[in-house]
């Protein structure tokens, strides 16, 4: 996490201030929450009713216990003030114009593997994911947003696979000759995470549909894409021409 502290107040002050404006004006508020609320699960896969296991003064708490304080707040604006709130718990999430060097596993693996470098898994890559594609989590959160269904909902691919594999995956995808370097595993990473997405089938009849293989391939066109603009347009920012007063010259 790059600046905890900011990521601390956003998530607190920040969905304080939108509650308070949503109240203001009647609107209907979508919080963007995350499967960081089941923090490293002891129940899988996870779905709505699980509570969490977070640890409150980890290195991930910031981020972790910041969206958890959002929900709160979300469902006491609505008991208390008849705010309407929607909550989606976002699983973890790709696709074209992602943030190139977030350091997130998908970013870093496409970027390693397009580059020649060795791709960094944190542990022994046995930890699992479930990634989806954007496309998919927008329909998720219209459907969200469209339907009466204030309580939170998972919207996640329930496609699980380990790091390593997923490295693999990407290496292969990207036809790159990449050594895979083992580091050390990060601080309270969570070991599985798998969303059960039965309540968004049946209640917004929403399920992903993009495969993990074609979403990463548009991935890693896109990513591909922006290395080539990157090593063939370099920026050099160009002085704004200088505003000159009528009738005046200026001496410097
Ligand atoms: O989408 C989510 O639910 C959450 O996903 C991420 O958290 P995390 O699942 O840990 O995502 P990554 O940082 O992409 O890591 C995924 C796994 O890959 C591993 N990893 C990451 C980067 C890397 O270079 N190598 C590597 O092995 C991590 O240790 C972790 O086990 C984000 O940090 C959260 O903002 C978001 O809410």
Same mark, same amino acid.
């Given at each position: 996490? #790059?600046?905890?502290?900011?990521?601390?107040?956003?998530?607190?002050?920040? *969905?304080?201030?939108?509650?308070?404006?949503?109240?203001?004006?009647?609107?209907?508020?979508?919080?963007? +929450?995350? !499967?960081?609320? #089941?923090?490293?699960?002891?129940?899988?896969?996870?779905?709505?009713?699980?509570?969490?296991?977070?640890?409150?003064?980890?290195?991930?708490?910031?981020? $972790?216990?910041?969206?958890?304080?959002?929900? *709160?707040?979300?469902?006491?604006?609505?008991?208390?003030?008849?705010?309407?709130?929607?909550?989606?718990? &976002?699983?973890?999430?790709?696709?074209?114009?992602?943030?190139?060097?977030?350091?997130?596993?998908? !970013?870093?693996?496409? /970027? =390693?593997?397009? =580059?020649?470098?060795?791709?960094?898994?944190?542990?022994?890559? +046995?930890?699992?994911?479930?990634?989806?594609?954007?496309? $998919?989590?927008?329909?998720?959160?219209?459907?969200?947003?469209?339907?009466?269904?204030?309580?939170?909902?998972?919207?996640?691919? %329930?496609?699980?696979? *380990?790091?390593?594999?997923?490295?693999?995956? &990407?290496?292969?995808?990207?036809?790159?000759?990449?050594?895979?370097?083992?580091? +050390?595993?990060?601080?309270? $990473?969570?070991?599985?995470?798998?969303? $059960?997405?039965?309540?968004?089938?049946?209640?917004?009849?929403?399920?992903?549909?993009?495969?993990?293989?074609?979403?990463?391939?548009?991935? &890693? @066109?896109?990513?591909?894409?922006? /290395?080539? #603009? =990157?090593?063939?347009? =370099?920026?050099?920012?160009?002085?704004? %021409?200088?505003?000159?007063?009528?009738?005046?010259?200026? @001496?410097?």
């Amino acid at each position: 996490m #790059y600046n905890p502290i900011k990521t601390l107040k956003t998530n607190t002050i920040g *969905t304080l201030n939108m509650l308070g404006l949503a109240k203001r004006v009647g609107a209907r508020l979508l919080l963007a +929450s995350t !499967s960081e609320v #089941y923090g490293d699960p002891e129940v899988h896969p996870q779905s709505e009713d699980y509570w969490g296991h977070v640890n409150p003064i980890g290195p991930r708490a910031c981020y $972790d216990e910041g969206k958890r304080v959002a929900e *709160t707040m979300c469902y006491a604006y609505m008991k208390q003030e008849g705010v309407e709130v929607r909550v989606a718990r &976002i699983f973890n999430t790709f696709g074209p114009r992602m943030h190139m060097n977030d350091g997130r596993v998908v !970013s870093n693996f496409i /970027l =390693q593997a397009l =580059q020649g470098e060795p791709l960094t898994v944190y542990g022994s890559g +046995s930890q699992t994911r479930a990634f989806q594609y954007v496309s $998919d989590l927008v329909n998720g959160l219209v459907a969200l947003m469209n339907s009466n269904v204030s309580s939170p909902v998972n919207l996640g691919n %329930p496609e699980e696979h *380990t790091i390593l594999e997923f490295a693999q995956l &990407i290496k292969n995808l990207v036809g790159s000759g990449s050594e895979i370097q083992f580091l +050390s595993e990060a601080q309270d $990473d969570p070991q599985k995470r798998k969303p $059960d997405i039965r309540k968004a089938k049946m209640m917004l009849a929403w399920e992903p549909v993009v495969p993990l293989e074609e979403g990463l391939n548009k991935a &890693i @066109h896109y990513f591909r894409k922006e /290395l080539e #603009y =990157q090593a063939n347009n =370099q920026y050099i920012p160009k002085p704004k %021409p200088a505003r000159i007063k009528k009738g005046r010259t200026r @001496h410097n």
